[in-house]
């Protein structure tokens, strides 16, 4: 078996280093878990699982351990006896008895606007967009409205232990701007970006004759390496964008590599139809977007789902990520994703919630939904592969592993502290657990926010009303 692909060194994010907040030192004490380790060591506190592709990982368990944070960076991470002498005296120590401390989660493709859609029935991709989608998006060329939600939605995150999301707003500049807004100062780490459309959709959601651009640079230079903010380019998909706008997003994004790109692909047959049509010289889907220049190191395609062996050749070359988005897939009826084709060829791959055609934000449901979706494929997922997903693994689809996803010296400190005893089913099935495996399946299978107790961004707890507690 060999390493997870990613765990060689790849080139970083041009201009992403860890961010620093100001200020002081704390650590906090639980049962520490972190997904995705190098195995190079032989620590008893390693243990290994495999994903699956027959790729083995390290998993970091210590049972009592204190997480060490300096200015909203992790310091170190150690067992609690070994800790305790080389903590500072003045050092504030959070304990979290029978509680797990564990790096917070990465959704890798989601839609603030979507919300208010969220559970709304009846209806497969293509309908869905026109008759509950594009009426919400309408309503967010007003700022105010924008704020309000993108207050929400930053709100939900935090409750869910979500620290970083890549995040489609509409194609008004207003959106994006009142996300990036409020995202700077929730400290959350956010990647954003203006939806382009500029065909294919309806007047009021259609960029004007320069496809976009302009405003598209204009937020670029407002907020894309911003504190912790990143710009994404972001095209809806293929259909609802022209070839000039698709040209003109390849063109941006060569004049910008540190820029993400977001998008759709292959996520129903009737859309694979509709690209067939308006783009008959290509030979995939696929090929439309690498065509226009469109894939690379930092861009990630949401669902994926009908993808060929030729597809997942040209994604893995070119480090092109994978959204994983079982709740959506399964609420639209969309099919049934390969993960072990996606990780056989070498892609990298991040679960999602793409609310709000997926049904919740929260991590632990999508764990559990993307379980479901891979046993209809006779592909089972492991519990500790789910939460790899959800944080580390996430963090590499998205090229920012350098800076969170796990517990490791030098990465940001953005943690959650979960309760596996937050309900009372919960308990009762934490305490017949019978291995840390189990326990996770059990967290997966019954855990929702109410799992998340605390969440630490930078090293500093979000306020309690945040959390709703
Ligand atoms: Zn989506």
């Not at 194609?171 to 100062?185: C, L, M, R």
């Amino acid at each position: 078996m060999t390493a997870l692909p990613g765990q060689a060194p790849q080139k970083s994010i041009r201009g992403l280093t860890p961010s620093a907040a100001n200020g002081q030192t704390l650590a906090l004490r639980g049962a520490i878990l972190s997904f995705g380790h190098r195995l190079d060591s032989d620590s008893p506190q390693f243990q290994t699982f495999t994903d699956l592709a027959g790729h083995r990982s390290g998993l970091l368990f210590i049972p009592d351990g204190i997480v060490y944070i300096v200015d909203g960076l992790i310091a170190w991470v150690l067992p609690a006896d070994e800790a305790v002498a080389q903590l500072p005296v003045d050092c504030p120590v959070h304990r979290y008895q029978d509680r797990l401390i564990m790096p917070g989660f990465v959704d890798t493709h989601t839609h603030f606007p979507q919300l208010e859609v969220i559970g709304r029935m009846g209806h497969t991709l293509l309908d869905w967009l026109e008759n509950y989608t594009f009426p919400a998006e309408a309503r967010f060329s007003d700022l105010s409205h924008a704020q309000r939600a993108a207050q929400v939605f930053l709100q939900e995150l935090s409750r869910h232990g979500v620290t970083t999301a890549s995040v489609f707003a509409t194609v008004h500049p207003e959106s994006a701007d009142a996300f990036f807004k409020i995202a700077q100062a929730s400290r959350l780490r956010m990647i954003c970006g203006k939806v382009l459309m500029d065909t294919n959709c309806p007047k009021n959601l259609c960029d004007g004759s320069d496809h976009g651009m302009a405003q598209t640079e204009s937020l670029i230079s407002r907020w894309h390496g911003r504190d912790r903010l990143r710009y994404s380019l972001t095209p809806r998909f293929a259909p609802t964008s022209s070839p000039e706008q698709m040209r003109a997003v390849g063109a941006l994004l060569q004049d910008h590599p540190g820029l993400h790109l977001q998008s759709h692909l292959a996520e129903t047959r009737q859309e694979l139809d509709w690209v067939a049509r308006l783009y008959p010289h290509h030979p995939s889907y696929l090929d439309v977007y690498q065509h226009f220049g469109h894939l690379g190191r930092g861009t990630i395609m949401g669902h994926c789902i009908y993808l060929s062996d030729g597809d997942r050749r040209v994604m893995a070359d070119t480090q092109t990520a994978i959204a994983f988005c079982p709740s959506s897939n399964l609420f639209l009826g969309s099919g049934l994703f390969d993960l072990q084709s996606a990780l056989q060829a070498g892609i990298s791959v991040g679960l999602a919630s793409d609310v709000g055609g997926g049904t919740s934000p929260s991590m632990l449901k999508t764990m559990l939904d993307a379980y479901k979706v891979l046993k209809l494929r006779d592909q089972t997922l492991s519990p500790e592969y789910a939460f790899y997903l959800a944080t580390l693994g996430g963090a590499r689809a998205l090229g920012l592993e350098s800076v969170i996803g796990s517990l490791e010296a030098g990465k940001e400190a953005d943690l959650i502290v979960v309760n596996p005893e937050a309900t009372p089913l919960l308990a009762h099935r934490a305490a017949a657990s019978e291995s840390l495996s189990d326990l996770l399946s059990a967290l997966i299978t019954l855990g929702d926010e109410r799992c998340i107790e605390a969440c630490y961004i930078q090293g500093q707890p979000v306020m309690a009303q945040a959390l709703g507690t």
